[in-house]
């Protein structure tokens, strides 16, 4: 007999026992990073995650003991997450980027003037806030280690980051989101990674109440972003935008700076396929503020026969043009994490049926057979079935208030979605023929106009638009900015980014033609002028014509190429208001070239590329001469 001996090697980084995984094996730097961070936070414990299911299977078993998760029982593998209800969405006003340089960061604006466009802090006053969290943040509690990519493993266009986190729930969800995997490790070796240190706010023994058994500190909330160092910390938020670092704060805040250094696009764009009746396919990124339905035109069921869509990604795009000069992206992220009042089997039935199974749910309601519910599903559930809302109060459809919080979120695999694009991890990435942008224009704007050079449409993206309910102090709602769709996500000087966008424009390169949609138009009586969802398949039509380069089709306007009558295919609808749906209003324009001329003036200034100015000034000049 050979006896083995194991040697119980029980490894200690500092004075800290390693729950899990094997730190001796680590690439140096993140060794010295792990240190680094166990000295700051003292955690408990270290717990090196795999990313396995196995290993998710060992957290949920703890959590739904703990009561942090509820198994929704109509399901294989779903769950339901309340969060504290002070912890449900992104906190803005405690997002920021520090650089030594504030204009680096923010635009040159007005003294006085408030930035729309991301906040500054300086090195200095960062410092001293984030002194005053985190020393000692993780006392009594696990730190988890997440190794991730964003990308395909091992795709020319992926970014590798490291986590660390106090909350098994996000760890959870970054599995789902991203790419979690030993193999990164290895993918790794000596490069630089993307540092992120995320914390609850909550150390042990907990000196505020933890509601839900959701441990967050919303008055010291702080997201700080350091781009020069390719590093995050993010304090007192469990909540995803806040702390799935490898969303919004690493694929877009500091992707957005990477790809300025390194010459491509990180963008909060869709990525989608049309394959036409002929049988030939093209792909398109797509960029919404919210509200406009990004994720349901990303998965869409086309009405037109013999058009086929197919998802690559709902939500951020990283784009690069190869050696061909053809712009090709990829979506760095492995899942969806939608908004999920309004998704149902009208609106999105290819989302729905990606969150069957091995999906968490956070702050929807949840019906008495073990199912989720939200505002939308009304047809979907039983009649009269009982139902617990977000807050846990019990519910049932036809009462006042709301079962799920507006911006509760479904979180599933993308490899789930029924028409989750073949190529949709493919390292090369896939080719872009048209970029689309897009906004919530209830007068005004018509359905759909096309740029008429990349600058001209480097404009319209800055001029993006979009209805939405008005923040806390007002009501009803207001049409508010949100420039290139990137307005929240932005990680350094916007007028720098739209310069980026300019010179990424070279004659060896076939550059994507720019769009803008507005599935929104109003009639004179509050009626939507255009049928949308499945029916948009018609604007996308028009839009690949105009990329194949079908001059027959399109008229000039001061605002850009927009559809010639008859051109777009409205078979099978019954009226269309034509006339109405791409009237170009002298009036309305004249007043929003100006207003979009003086925001950018506001809130960019002399950081905005002249070109800018100049094409806003033609269009408003083309409509006083009218
Ligand atoms: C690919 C679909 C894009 N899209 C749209 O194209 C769209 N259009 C509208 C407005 C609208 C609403 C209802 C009808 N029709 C009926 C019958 O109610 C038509 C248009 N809402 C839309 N929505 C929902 C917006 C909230 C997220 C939407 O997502
Ligand atoms: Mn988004």
Same mark, same amino acid.
């Given at each position: 007999?050979?006896?083995?001996?194991?040697?119980?090697?029980?490894?200690?980084?500092?004075?800290?026992?390693?729950?899990? %995984?094997?730190?001796?094996?680590?690439?140096?730097?993140?060794?010295?990073?792990?240190?680094?961070?166990?000295?700051?936070?003292?955690?408990?414990?270290?717990?090196?995650?795999?990313?396995?299911?196995?290993?998710?299977?060992?957290?949920? /078993?703890?959590?739904?003991?703990?009561?942090?998760?509820?198994?929704?029982?109509?399901?294989?593998?779903?769950?339901?997450? &309340?969060?504290?209800?002070?912890?449900?969405?992104?906190?803005?006003?405690?997002?920021?980027?520090?650089?030594?340089?504030?204009?680096?960061?923010?635009?040159?604006?007005?003294?006085?003037?408030?930035?729309?466009?991301?906040?500054?802090?300086?090195?200095?006053?960062?410092? *001293?806030?984030?002194?005053? &969290?985190?020393?000692?943040?993780?006392?009594?509690?696990?730190?988890?280690?997440? #190794?991730?990519?964003?990308?395909?493993?091992?795709?020319?266009?992926?970014?590798? =980051?490291?986590?660390?986190?106090?909350?098994?729930?996000?760890?959870?969800?970054?599995?789902?989101?991203?790419?979690?995997?030993?193999?990164?490790?290895?993918?790794? %070796?000596?490069?630089?990674?993307?540092?992120?240190?995320?914390?609850?706010?909550?150390?042990?023994? *907990?000196?505020?109440?933890?509601?839900?058994?959701?441990?967050?500190?919303?008055?010291?909330?702080?997201?700080?972003?350091?781009?020069?160092?390719?590093?995050?910390?993010?304090?007192?938020?469990?909540?995803?935008?806040?702390?799935?670092?490898?969303?919004?704060?690493?694929?877009? &805040?500091?992707?957005?700076?990477?790809?300025?250094?390194?010459?491509?696009?990180?963008? /909060?764009?869709? !990525?989608?396929?049309?394959?036409?009746?002929?049988?030939?396919?093209?792909?398109?990124?797509?960029?919404?503020?919210?509200?406009? =339905?990004?994720?349901?035109?990303?998965?869409?069921?086309?009405?037109?026969?013999?058009?086929?869509?197919?998802?690559?990604?709902?939500?951020?795009?990283?784009?690069?043009?190869?050696?061909?000069?053809?712009?090709?992206?990829?979506?760095?992220?492995?899942?969806?994490?939608?908004?999920?009042?309004?998704?149902?089997?009208?609106?999105? #039935?290819?989302?729905?049926?990606?969150?069957?199974?091995?999906?968490? +749910? $956070?702050?929807?309601?949840? $019906?008495?057979?073990?199912?989720?519910?939200?505002?939308?599903?009304?047809?979907?559930?039983?009649?009269?079935?009982?139902?617990? $809302?977000?807050?846990?109060?019990?519910?049932?459809?036809?009462?006042?208030?709301? @079962?799920?919080?507006?911006?509760?979120?479904?979180?599933?695999?993308?490899?789930?979605?029924?028409?989750?694009?073949?190529?949709?991890?493919?390292?090369?990435?896939?080719?872009?023929?048209?970029? !689309?942008?897009?906004?919530?224009?209830?007068?005004? *704007?018509?359905?759909?106009?096309?740029?008429?050079?990349? @600058?001209?449409?480097?404009?319209?993206?800055?001029?993006?638009?979009?209805?939405?309910?008005?923040?806390?102090?007002?009501?009803?709602?207001? !049409?508010?900015?949100?420039?290139?769709?990137?307005?929240?996500?932005?990680?350094?000087?916007?007028? /720098?980014?739209?310069?980026?966008?300019?010179?990424?424009?070279?004659?060896?390169?076939?550059?994507?033609?720019?769009?803008?949609?507005?599935?929104?138009?109003?009639?004179?009586?509050?009626?939507?002028?255009?049928?949308?969802?499945?029916?948009?398949?018609?604007?996308?039509?028009?839009?690949?014509?105009?990329?194949?380069?079908?001059?027959?089709?399109?008229?000039?306007? #001061?605002?850009?190429?927009?559809?010639?009558?008859?051109?777009?295919?409205?078979?099978?609808?019954?009226?269309?208001?034509?006339?109405?749906?791409?009237?170009?209003? /002298?009036?309305?324009?004249?007043?929003?070239?100006?207003?979009?001329?003086? +925001?950018?003036?506001?809130?960019?200034?002399?950081?905005?590329?002249?070109?800018?100015?100049?094409?806003?000034?033609?269009?408003?000049?083309? +409509?006083?001469?009218?």
């Amino acid at each position: 007999l050979v006896y083995e001996v194991h040697e119980i090697v029980v490894q200690k980084v500092g004075h800290v026992p390693l729950a899990k %995984g094997d730190f001796t094996h680590l690439p140096k730097k993140v060794k010295i990073f792990l240190a680094h961070c166990v000295q700051l936070c003292k955690p408990r414990g270290i717990y090196i995650c795999d990313g396995s299911a196995e290993e998710a299977d060992e957290i949920i /078993h703890k959590l739904l003991e703990r009561g942090t998760l509820t198994r929704l029982t109509k399901y294989k593998n779903n769950y339901l997450c &309340r969060t504290d209800p002070d912890d449900v969405a992104r906190v803005e006003s405690k997002t920021f980027i520090t650089t030594a340089n504030k204009y680096d960061s923010v635009p040159h604006v007005r003294e006085g003037v408030k930035s729309a466009l991301g906040c500054w802090m300086s090195p200095e006053d960062m410092k *001293v806030e984030l002194d005053h &969290r985190f020393p000692g943040c993780m006392s009594g509690r696990m730190m988890y280690v997440i #190794p991730f990519c964003m990308g395909p493993l091992g795709s020319p266009l992926s970014k590798i =980051g490291v986590q660390v986190t106090d909350s098994n729930y996000v760890l959870l969800c970054m599995r789902v989101m991203t790419r979690v995997s030993p193999k990164v490790w290895e993918l790794l %070796g000596d490069d630089d990674f993307v540092k992120c240190i995320h914390s609850m706010g909550c150390p042990r023994p *907990v000196q505020r109440r933890v509601k839900n058994h959701w441990p967050c500190n919303p008055e010291k909330v702080i997201i700080a972003h350091f781009p020069e160092e390719r590093k995050i910390k993010s304090f007192g938020s469990g909540y995803g935008g806040n702390s799935l670092l490898g969303k919004k704060c690493f694929a877009l &805040r500091i992707a957005s700076v990477i790809a300025r250094d390194e010459g491509w696009m990180a963008e /909060h764009m869709l !990525i989608m396929s049309i394959t036409t009746p002929k049988g030939k396919e093209y792909f398109v990124s797509a960029a919404f503020p919210s509200a406009c =339905g990004k994720t349901n035109l990303a998965m869409l069921n086309p009405s037109l026969p013999g058009f086929r869509i197919q998802c690559v990604g709902d939500d951020i795009a990283w784009m690069k043009f190869d050696e061909k000069g053809v712009l090709h992206g990829i979506n760095p992220e492995a899942g969806f994490f939608g908004v999920a009042p309004g998704t149902n089997m009208k609106t999105n #039935p290819n989302a729905v049926l990606s969150f069957q199974e091995n999906s968490i +749910f $956070t702050n929807v309601g949840e $019906t008495a057979d073990g199912g989720y519910f939200w505002e939308g599903l009304e047809d979907e559930v039983p009649p009269g079935i009982g139902i617990t $809302t977000w807050l846990g109060q019990p519910w049932h459809i036809g009462c006042p208030g709301k @079962a799920a919080h507006p911006n509760s979120r479904f979180t599933c695999p993308a490899s789930q979605c029924p028409i989750i694009h073949p190529k949709w991890e493919d390292p090369k990435g896939v080719p872009i023929s048209a970029i !689309i942008f897009g906004g919530r224009r209830p007068t005004g *704007v018509p359905l759909v106009f096309e740029a008429k050079s990349w @600058a001209h449409g480097v404009m319209i993206g800055a001029c993006v638009k979009s209805e939405a309910t008005a923040a806390a102090e007002f009501q009803g709602k207001t !049409i508010m900015h949100d420039p290139m769709a990137m307005r929240p996500f932005m990680g350094y000087n916007f007028g /720098h980014y739209l310069q980026h966008w300019l010179d990424l424009e070279k004659p060896d390169r076939k550059m994507p033609k720019i769009f803008h949609v507005n599935w929104f138009r109003l009639d004179n009586n509050g009626r939507f002028l255009w049928p949308g969802f499945g029916d948009n398949i018609r604007v996308l039509d028009w839009i690949l014509r105009r990329v194949d380069g079908d001059a027959s089709i399109a008229v000039d306007s #001061p605002v850009g190429w927009i559809p010639k009558k008859g051109s777009i295919d409205l078979s099978g609808l019954g009226s269309i208001n034509e006339d109405e749906l791409f009237s170009l209003p /002298h009036d309305y324009w004249l007043e929003d070239s100006r207003e979009s001329r003086s +925001f950018l003036k506001s809130q960019v200034g002399p950081d905005c590329p002249p070109i800018i100015y100049r094409l806003l000034e033609d269009q408003e000049a083309a +409509f006083v001469k009218q």
